[in-house]
């Protein structure tokens, strides 16, 4: 089985995480238009290619931040999101 | 050896049938361009030669003929969707199927031995309640069946009385059935390629000439082509290829994972799907049981297949059907879905004039092969969106109208 290293529990099974997709900007809900609603809840990064997602372990409800590639499916590095600098 | 036999063993003018000629020149240009020499465009392109007298098309695949997700997928063919606009749209699929091995001269193997879907639990079956009454209303064979009629279509289903999973009920689809996949893209392929339509195989778009609102022209890897309308229909590549035109699809790629075991001798009449369970199977005309669907829990475009989903896919087909326990896996692959946010297709324009899509098939695309085809030659011919075709706009994710199919797609999601 693949194996993810969690951040806070190690190398585990992948079958332990749950992928919740690319990190999205947050939106100011009195700035935005409907247009840009509609693009922040519908349209996630799929290129192919490197991005980062936000992935959970399961059993001890962790959220953390991936860096994957979308096409060898190597996951190049896991990180918690409080070293979040620069990314989107 | 007779010599007739040798006569026309040896001949030149031995009468080979070439259903699809090998891949021309290119064109400089052409009325019509395809992408995606998949079921979807050469239906698409039968449909334009056929029907509204557009021959100047040129169907452009990257690898080979129906190579993609037209070969990958399993093959079944149903209506028994939620919303009325879906079910009126398959349900138009379905017939087009029921007659399509006349309508293309070709064997495409349509058995409609309908679809029985389990539900292991109370809350499954209401909503088993609601597709049924939505497709009675529209004209489809769709009803809730109990135990005892479960049984008596399926009878070497495990009902699991009383355990964990007990089978409750079902929802029977009297229309559902299968088709041959290959046979369905190689028919419209040859009825097209008679008509005058061009196919080319490995011929890879690798962008776009954009002026104004309008695409003059692709460009490929064998050369440019102007043209005057484009459609895209490239499964998988669908995100990919929109993007080069600067269209951002609200499309995620997932594999999706099958399997087919050994031949059996018949004994599964009907397509048995399990909601719980996300596992569904058919026999095949030659006897093997296709296993399918499990879709991999996170985006990715390698189409690899898993220890973890197969094992996944065994145990529900096991639990459903014991006896299959010793029987050998014969086969694996995935296919790449392009899944939108609300399981239902694109199709219609795009923000680009004459850049039409048909895109946004995940993991229910085979079955809607003719309709879609159908659907989008008579939107390129006239340049207008059919009434059945308005409610799949990409314009319905800004409008916030999606039709959520979610629990009516037969993979798991």
């Not at chain 2, 309908?114 to 809350?123: I, K, N, P, R, V």
């Not at chain 2, 043209?227 to 997932?254: S, W």
């Not at chain 2, 004994?267 to 669907?293: A, M, P």
Request: with cysteine.
């Amino acid at each position: 089985m693949k194996i993810m290293t969690c951040p806070m529990n190690g190398p585990r099974n992948i079958d332990e995480f749950q992928s919740f997709g690319p990190v999205r900007d947050e939106l100011d809900p009195e700035q935005t238009a409907d247009a840009d609603w509609s693009r922040h809840l519908f349209r996630a990064e799929n290129r192919k290619g490197v991005v980062v997602e936000w992935w959970r372990h399961v059993p001890s409800n962790y959220f953390f931040l991936a860096e994957r590639d979308l096409v060898s499916n190597e996951i190049i590095r896991t990180f918690d999101a409080s070293q979040r600098s620069g990314q989107s | 050896m007779p010599l007739g036999l040798l006569k026309y063993g040896l001949s030149r003018d031995y009468p080979v049938s070439e259903d699809i000629p090998a891949t021309p020149a290119l064109k400089p240009s052409y009325d019509v361009v395809i992408i995606g020499g998949g079921g979807h465009g050469l239906s698409c392109a039968h449909h334009l030669a056929k029907y509204h007298g557009i021959t100047s098309v040129a169907v452009l695949e990257k690898g080979y003929l129906a190579g993609g997700n037209t070969a990958r997928n399993t093959t079944t063919i149903r209506s028994n969707y939620i919303t009325p606009q879906g079910i009126a749209f398959y349900k138009e699929g379905v017939a087009l199927f029921e007659t399509l091995s006349q309508e293309l001269d070709f064997n495409v193997m349509f058995s409609q031995r309908g679809q029985l879907t389990l539900a292991h639990s109370e809350a499954t079956l209401r909503s088993f309640h609601a597709r049924a009454e939505m497709g009675k209303h529209l004209g489809t064979r769709t009803e809730v069946v109990d135990q005892k009629a479960v049984q008596e279509l399926v009878p070497s289903l495990n009902m699991d009385y009383g355990g964990a999973l007990e089978i409750l009920g079902g929802l029977w689809h009297a229309d559902g059935g299968t088709a041959r996949h290959d046979a369905v893209a190689w028919g419209y392929a040859a009825q097209a390629s008679r008509r005058g339509v061009e196919i080319h195989q490995r011929t890879e778009v690798q962008g776009f000439e954009i002026a104004g609102d309008r695409v003059q022209a692709v460009k490929t890897n064998r050369g440019r082509i102007a043209c005057g309308q484009v459609l895209i229909a490239t499964g998988g590549m669908n995100y990919d290829v929109a993007l080069m035109a600067g269209v951002e699809l609200p499309i995620r790629c997932y594999p999706l994972q099958a399997m087919v075991t050994q031949p059996l001798k018949p004994w599964l009449n009907t397509l048995v799907s399990s909601v719980s369970l996300h596992t569904y199977l058919v026999q095949s005309s030659r006897g093997e049981v296709v296993i399918g669907g499990g879709s991999d829990p996170y985006q990715l475009y390698s189409t690899r297949s898993t220890l973890d989903m197969k094992e996944h896919l065994a145990e529900g087909a096991v639990h459903l059907f014991p006896f299959l326990q010793g029987v050998r896996l014969l086969r694996q692959w995935a296919g790449i879905t392009d899944m939108t946010p609300d399981n239902s297709p694109i199709m219609g324009a795009s923000p680009l004039d004459n850049l039409w899509l048909d895109c946004g098939w995940g993991t229910w695309g085979f079955k809607a092969t003719p309709v879609a085809g159908k659907r989008m030659a008579e939107t390129i011919a006239s340049g207008r969106v059919p009434d059945i075709l308005k409610p799949f706009a990409l314009e319905r994710f800004e409008t916030f109208q999606l039709l959520n199919e979610m629990g009516a797609t037969a993979a798991s999601h």
